[in-house]
């Protein structure tokens, strides 16, 4: 009698939060992949960095997806991963706007952790580098709305878009507002009107 | 900022963290009401200097307290802290820019539960807050909410589906608060949910969820994160209301039979006469 | 900017549907469409003072995202969602304040009793974007650009902050418009920084 293989769903070490883990979240619903997820005490217990979490993941940071046996770190990669496997028009052109979510906006992260659960940091510098980096993603979304393109690679939504998406979403949890931002303003809206689009806390999900 | 000079706030006791967040041999600074403060634990005990001198401290509920003046009567009392069943579970000190009243109103709140914790704490389609009690306490001088009740399609992390969840609310002092709830998994108890406001200044805060709760079944993690999502669900609205500082001016704000607690959580304030974190009127003489 | 009336917005940035948040001399304001033409409020909801910029539109009313109280297009609330059979009182409104489009423009009255002037002839939106400036020295500019003239507009957000609102008569490329406008707003904030 042959016996079917039940298949793992694949396993995301969450952390509620946490504006990574949130893309991974956000992308898992838009392909309407089901997953089931670990939750990870990332504050007030610091777990991502004990023995036990670096087993998972040696760099100590979250997120982390298990699936079809491989170990994923990086937000950014989960993204590819995720993307590559379920759905390839979800996939950019080009990398450039999915590294600077990644890069760039790493700052406005960690000004956001810094307002947020008080992590040591310096506030005024990091806000300055994330308003930066909102300025030339609200630059890029300008022009590419005067183009007559809605999104940031191509004419669909990517995973550039999202991996972008939850910076500019919780910008005001480091005090800093959309109002200087009308095409951002324009943008984050239309992520949020995806098909099963899911929000987290700072980021209400019904529009 | 310095030290307010307001009396009423002065003589309060107010949490400054979790014990835990003071590891021993170090000196943490932080602020209170606006004045300077160094917290130093050593082996035998811990020292809280306040604008240079020696505050009188507590450690009641796994917490550090203290005071820049001379409060009526001792820190609350939590007779839960003493059932042996119960886990202590320490949600972990959030920043917000608001009044630390503001996020003691916003506790007490039920009729937001729909659309600020949508399918968690409330639902759209059942958004109607029926009456409930409020009384002050005068012989320990607390504010009492009873009789609320409110359906919940995910009441607590242990939630599979929704419940009317029975409520209480028993409002301390001006800056701490606890919410009495009917747990998933123990209906003839009450799981115990406390915010204590640490508040920095007038216009910023570190909140405090500490809770005390009957649930074999979910991890601390999971609990901690069930916690932090509705505390962060909140932190949004607290910091996009205006002003920052809670109105105590009639007519500043239009409150409806829902906002009973919030009509006489501004009441005892006045009788209090307490001005810290609070929006300056111009109604008074 | 036309003495009482403020241009805040290009009307093409407010669609259906959105909200958008403007800060004009520190003022908080919200900027919302539903049907119609565009509604501008004090953004404070007047039951607890939250900001109705971050609440939803729906139905051709805006929501307050704190507690679900739902405004008309003539301010009045219609729906307070905790009491569902209350006749909402007639006196419970939001702010709002006269507000116009025109020229491609959303305009508020910040004072005064002057009308809005007509505008002379049909424009393209091409740019809205915050300038760390903290102002410039006549109220709107007429810059040639190409075969066509730019003309920017702008309300003052505090200090050391404008935003600019920039629409375009006569034909040109607009991409290129965007880019020389970006430019100009570069080498004017260096020049505030040296």
Same mark, same amino acid.
């Given at each position: 009698m042959a016996r079917s293989r039940v298949p793992t769903l694949p396993k995301l070490y969450d952390y509620v939060l946490s504006d990574a883990c949130y893309k991974v979240r956000l992308l898992l619903s838009l392909l309407g992949v089901p997953y089931t997820s670990v939750a990870v005490d990332f504050f007030p217990g610091r777990e991502p960095e004990g023995e036990a979490f670096r087993r998972i993941n040696p760099e100590g940071d979250l997120p982390v997806l298990e699936d079809d046996g491989v170990v994923l770190r990086d937000a950014q990669a989960i993204l590819v991963h995720l993307a590559r496997k379920? *759905?390839?028009?979800? +996939?950019?052109?080009?990398?450039r706007w999915l590294d600077f979510a990644g890069a760039d906006m790493a700052a406005l992260s960690q000004a956001r952790l810094v307002s947020l659960l008080? +992590?040591?940091? *310096?506030l005024a510098t990091l806000r300055k580098a994330g308003r930066r980096a909102l300025r030339d993603l609200e630059d890029h979304i300008g022009d590419r709305q005067i183009a007559g393109f809605d999104w940031v690679e191509t004419d669909r939504a990517t995973i550039a878009d999202i991996g972008l998406f939850p910076h500019v979403a919780l910008s005001h949890d480091a005090g800093i507002g959309l109002e200087d931002y009308p095409a951002l303003n324009l943008w984050q809206r239309r992520v949020r009107k995806l098909p099963r689009f899911v929000g987290m806390p700072g980021i209400p999900d019904y529009f | 900022m310095t030290l307010t000079p307001d009396q009423a706030a002065l003589d309060q006791w107010y949490v400054l963290g979790a014990l835990r967040d003071f590891p021993s041999g170090k000196t943490r600074s932080t602020r209170l009401l606006g004045g300077d403060i160094a917290v130093t634990r050593r082996d035998d005990g811990i020292e809280v200097v306040g604008e240079g001198r020696a505050l009188p401290v507590r450690t009641n509920y796994d917490h550090l307290w203290t005071t820049f003046g001379t409060p009526a009567r001792d820190l609350f009392s939590l007779p839960e802290a003493a059932e042996p069943d119960r886990r202590w579970i320490h949600c972990g000190g959030v920043h917000v820019r608001a009044s630390g009243l503001r996020l003691i109103e916003n506790f007490l709140d039920l009729a937001h539960f729909p659309y600020v914790h949508t399918d968690i704490l409330g639902s759209e389609e059942k958004p109607e807050v029926a009456k409930y009690e409020v009384e002050q306490r005068r012989d320990v001088d607390e504010l009492w909410a009873t009789k609320c009740e409110f359906f919940q399609p995910k009441a607590a992390a242990a939630s599979d589906e929704g419940q009317i969840s029975q409520y209480m609310y028993r /409002? /301390?002092?001006?800056?701490n608060v606890m919410l009495y709830k009917t747990p998933p998994t123990a209906p003839n108890r009450w799981d115990v949910i406390a915010l204590f406001v640490h508040p920095l200044d007038e216009i910023e805060s570190v909140a405090h969820p500490f809770m005390l709760v009957i649930d074999d079944t979910s991890s601390d993690a999971e609990i901690i994160q069930f916690q932090q999502m509705i505390f962060l669900q909140d932190k949004i609205v607290l910091e996009n209301q205006r002003p920052l500082l809670l109105p105590l001016q009639p007519g500043r704000e239009t409150p409806t039979r829902a906002d009973l607690s919030s009509v006489l959580y501004r009441r005892w304030l006045k009788e209090k006469a307490l001005t810290f974190g609070t929006e300056p009127r111009t109604d008074l003489a | 900017m036309t003495a009482g009336w403020t241009p805040i917005a290009l009307s093409r940035d407010v669609p259906a549907g959105i909200t958008r948040a403007v800060i004009v001399e520190g003022r908080e304001l919200v900027i919302w469409r539903g049907d119609g033409p565009a509604h501008v409020w004090e953004d404070r909801c007047p039951h607890r003072g939250m900001r109705l910029s971050l609440g939803f539109v729906r139905d051709n009313s805006l929501n307050c995202l704190y507690h679900g109280w739902q405004y008309g297009a003539s301010s009045s609330c219609v729906r307070i969602p905790a009491h569902p059979d209350l006749t909402v009182a007639p006196t419970i409104k939001a702010n709002a304040y006269e507000s116009a489009e025109a020229g491609g423009l959303v305009w508020v009255r910040l004072g005064g009793t002057e009308p809005l002037p007509a505008p002379s002839e049909p424009v393209t939106p091409v740019l809205s974007f915050a300038m760390?400036?903290?102002?410039?020295?006549?109220?709107s500019l007429m810059l040639p650009f190409q075969r066509a003239e730019l003309h920017l507009h702008w309300h003052r957000v505090g200090p050391a902050r404008i935003m600019v609102h920039a629409v375009m008569s006569g034909g040109a490329d607009i991409a290129g418009a965007a880019a020389f406008l970006r430019a100009l707003r570069d080498d004017m904030e260096q020049e505030v920084a040296a």
């Open positions: 379920h *759905d390839a028009n979800w +996939l950019p052109p080009g990398n008080g +992590l040591p940091g *310096d | /409002v /301390v002092s001006p800056f | 760390e400036v903290d102002s410039l020295d006549r109220d």
